[in-house]
């Protein structure tokens, strides 16, 4: 070596000596026969019993030492005294200097992170699944699913006791959900009868395991090891509780389990509720809409009743259009049919057509006399506070011997059809007037004999001004109505009904149409031989 | 019950249901039943052939589409009955299934047989009847809470409604059960729009839900997760101006076609008819992405026409003015094409 060159060495141990002195984090210079030579203040403090000449082996832990000996060249990770550090290791001619990194804190944060993303993702993962259902069984075992594959060992979901029985769902890690009510008493589970009532829960170091009735536990789970109850929050009532069970070979719940389950709580305790709640309307809309609905026709004495419904609206199931049917009491005697179409559509108009049908019942002793009948009909709705009005078909069908004699009575509505047996397709003679706006109301009755498979067709304008077609523009009108019946001239009812709804659907198409109704009264064709 | 005996009782009720007689049809099925046969085997080998005679009779103009629709309502009341009968009374058992019609499928007999089967088997079963609206469907799913859904669809042009319907059942946490000839022989449309399952026949429909459909974990998925073709716009653009197209269809083959200036107003309409169900085919055809589905329908169509009298040579000037129209559409041009050539091949071979 050359003096100059002594000279830089010299010169730059100096300035590293310097530097590393200096520097905030812990560094330890080893020189070539592998002892330490130099190390400053913050290495003073990890490593308390090294002093320069010790052997490295014998100053620090022995994954540096290792490191040291095989000179790789990159950073190695370790621990010194509990906490997390990473060395890396500079030349400094013939000697190494490692420099040692404190990162504990950031090697903990890193695995906060971690667990947070995965919670993140968790809880995204369980409101998709806790959204998707309105059911709030298919909710419960949701709830009951991911407790027990996230949080718990097994997991069971407890809806607030009704007159002492509780409706649960049970469900062990990688098992099939169990759904039961059981008459149990909450009280036996320390902490459920307060979280049922959605109070804030016990923590779980204050449950004794083994306090815990045996019927919260699901079957083949084994022992318990600890308990933690956390109430499940609906829409400011307490939706229900989940309990959750770990075996005993598994850790206790953290406060910080805690607080993370209570964050799963709820969201499935939100989604329970809300599937409560559209269950409960739902069950209110199906009581109420029950008597607006048309009625399912059926046969009566031999004489076959067929009717079809659509209303305007896809989602709905009621509107403006109407039809029942009360069937003779006995043989020999009357049955009544009306088929209407009151002014407007939606819900509205089919509380209307509900009233008229209310009406309708009530004045069935009057029947014989259809225009009576009508006239009582007329000043009902006069009196009441609706401004709406109907067009209505009367029909009263009796057996006739193989025929049945029809009296047929139009309020201002499209004409009866009779499909006869050759394919001919004739406007029953009935006029009238409109219900509902005028104080008396007129109409004549027209009485018609239908031979064995003849039929008589009623319907509303839903049909014959439903527009479309091929061109998308034209009305189905009244011909293709009739040129329609007189194929289907001998069917039965039922087949009658369907060929005209499908065919005015599919001359809709696309477009939008007003609510349509169709029955249709065919004489019987065969002897009822049995 | 050998194949002879079912056959005697096929012909029997298909006599009766022609014939429009409930009373006959109802007194052989009962005969079958008090006979010892199995309640299922009557329906599906007895009622069920009988029904798919309805259509093939009509396909051949053996039988009128009023009579079609008086054999089917024969039919359903025959199973009515039969529901009624001492043997026919089971006690559900199992989970509950609801079987419904897409929105717009009329025809419900295939259906209602997979609800009597899956009864017959102990299922609870809530037959919805045909052509459900989505929204009624899933409303009915939230209530109920159910296994499974089984979903019935026989026309081909129903599949994008079906598609819309299997995901929505899905997105609603229900598993999806496909069947009828809409989704295709080997049920290939069905596994296209993303069925759990699908059974050609009602009693493979059972078997598989006696074995359990998948559960469903996955995330609800969206259409176009399924049919990325889409994002071209083709089948948005034809089903969208399906109307104009078909207008704009009659005015041009009348100019080419004489003839059809003198067509009745009833002969226009069955004319305006057919072409309408070409647009909705292709336009089904875009969706899917399936040539094979627009080439089945024309070859099919020309054979209804020859059975009526009417030479399928008539759709080719059809599909001539058609593509004119649509020539700024790849998919759509290509289809039309090659469905032309198929068809004039057949058409040759017959």
């Known amino acids: 070596m050359s003096t100059s060159e002594e000279q830089s060495v010299r010169l730059a141990e100096a300035e590293y000596g310097s530097v590393i002195r200096a520097a905030p984090s812990p560094v330890v210079v080893v020189g070539s026969d592998g002892t330490l030579v130099e190390l400053n203040d913050a290495a003073d403090l990890v490593f308390p019993t090294a002093r320069p000449g010790l052997p490295l082996a014998d100053a620090v832990p022995s994954w540096l030492a290792r490191a040291h000996r095989e000179s790789s060249g990159q950073p190695v990770r370790g621990l010194i005294a509990g906490r997390a550090f990473q060395a890396h290791a500079t030349r400094l001619g013939d000697a190494v200097a490692w420099w040692l990194i404190d990162e504990t804190e950031e090697q903990r944060t890193k695995q906060l992170l971690e667990v947070e993303r995965e919670r993140t993702a968790f809880l995204a993962h369980a409101s998709t699944l806790l959204l998707s259902s309105m059911n709030l069984g298919r909710c419960m075992e949701i709830t009951a699913q991911l407790a027990s594959e996230y949080l718990a060992d097994a997991a069971v979901v407890i809806l607030p006791p009704v007159v002492n029985k509780l409706t649960m769902v049970w469900r062990a890690r990688g098992g099939q959900a169990v759904r039961e009510v059981l008459a149990a008493d909450p009280a036996t589970v320390p902490g459920l009868d307060i979280a049922l009532r959605g109070f804030p829960p016990v923590p779980s170091r204050w449950i004794d395991p083994a306090s815990v009735a045996d019927w919260i536990i699901p079957d083949g789970l084994g022992p318990v090891g600890s308990v933690a109850v956390v109430p499940l929050p609906g829409q400011g009532v307490p939706a229900g509780a989940l309990v959750l069970l770990r075996t005993s070979s598994r850790a206790v719940f953290t406060e910080n389990e805690e607080v993370f389950a209570r964050l799963f709580a709820a969201r499935a305790g939100a989604a329970m509720a809300a599937a409560r709640l559209y269950a409960e309307q739902a069950n209110i809309t199906e009581i109420l809409m029950r008597d607006l609905i048309p009625p399912q026709l059926r046969h009566v004495d031999g004489i076959e009743f067929a009717g079809g419904y659509q209303p305007s609206g896809v989602a709905e199931r009621v509107g403006g259009d109407f039809y029942d049917l009360h069937p003779a009491g006995q043989a020999g005697r009357e049955t009544f049919i009306v088929l209407g179409d009151v002014c407007g559509k939606g819900l509205e108009a089919a509380a209307m057509t509900g009233k008229i049908r209310n009406t309708l019942h009530a004045l069935l002793p009057l029947a014989t006399n259809h225009l009576r009948v009508l006239t009582m009909l007329n000043s009902a709705l006069l009196s009441s506070h609706h401004t709406r009005f109907a067009t209505l078909v009367f029909a009263s069908a009796v057996r006739d011997g193989a025929n049945v004699r029809l009296r047929l009575t139009n309020a201002g509505h499209l004409p009866p059809l009779i499909v006869r047996k050759d394919g001919t397709v004739e406007e029953a003679q009935t006029q009238g007037s409109l219900v509902g706006v005028l104080p008396t109301v007129h109409a004549s009755t027209a009485v018609v004999h239908l031979e064995p498979g003849e039929s008589c067709v009623l319907y509303t304008d839903g049909i014959t001004e439903a527009r479309g077609g091929p061109l998308g523009d034209t009305y189905f009108g009244e011909q293709r109505l009739k040129d329609v019946l007189a194929e289907c001239a001998g069917i039965p009812s039922e087949a009658i009904v369907e060929r005209v709804q499908m065919l005015a659907e599919q001359w809709i198409g696309d477009n939008h149409h007003d609510d349509i109704a169709v029955v249709a009264i065919t004489a019987p064709r065969h002897r009822e031989d049995r | ?350």
């Not at chain 2, 299922?40 to 039988?63: H, S, T």
């Not at chain 2, 006690?91 to 009329?106: H, M, N, Q, S, T």
């Not at chain 2, 919805?128 to 469907?137: C, F, I, S, T």
């Open chain 2, 1 to 350: 019950m050998t194949h002879a005996v079912s056959a005697d009782r096929v012909d029997a009720l298909w006599s009766a249901v022609v014939a429009g007689d409930e009373y006959a049809a109802a007194g052989i099925v009962f005969a079958a039943l008090d006979g010892g046969i199995p309640a299922e085997d009557v329906l599906l080998d007895v009622v069920a052939p009988v029904q798919a005679k309805v259509g093939l009779e009509w396909a051949a103009n053996r039988i009128s589409v009023a009579q079609e629709h008086a054999a089917t309502a024969i039919n359903d009341r025959v199973i009515a009955a039969m529901a009624h009968h001492p043997v026919a009374r089971v006690e559900p058992r199992l989970g509950r299934v609801i079987v419904a019609c897409i929105d717009g499928e009329w025809h419900a007999l295939p259906a209602r047989l997979l609800a009597e089967v899956l009864r017959l088997r102990g299922w609870r079963v809530d037959f919805l009847g045909a052509k459900v609206p989505v929204q009624h469907l899933i409303s009915h799913l939230h209530l109920t809470g159910p296994d499974a859904v089984a979903l019935s669809s026989s026309i081909a042009t129903r599949l994008p409604t079906a598609h819309a319907t299997i995901t929505a059942c899905q997105a609603a946490g229900v598993p999806v059960l496909a069947g009828g000839a809409a989704f295709g022989v080997d049920g290939r449309y069905a596994r296209l729009l993303g069925a759990n399952a699908w059974s050609p026949d009602a009693r493979g429909a059972a078997d598989l839900l006696a074995d359990g459909l998948p559960q469903l974990t996955a995330e609800a998925h969206q259409p176009i997760d399924d049919l990325p073709h889409l994002a071209d716009q083709e089948y948005t653009m034809v089903a969208r101006t399906a109307r104009s197209l078909v207008k704009q269809t009659m005015a041009d083959l009348a100019e080419r076609l004489p003839v059809m200036r003198e067509y009745t107003s009833q002969q226009l309409d069955r004319t305006g008819e057919d072409i309408a169900h070409i647009v909705d085919f292709l336009a089904t055809a875009l969706y899917t992405d399936s040539l094979e589905l627009f080439t089945g329908f024309l070859r099919w169509t020309s054979e209804i026409l020859a059975a009526r009298g009417v030479s399928g040579r008539f759709l080719l000037p059809t599909l001539d003015v058609l593509a004119v129209q649509l020539k700024d559409f790849t998919r759509a041009s290509r289809f039309i094409k090659e469905a032309c050539d198929d068809l004039g091949r057949a058409l040759d071979e017959a």
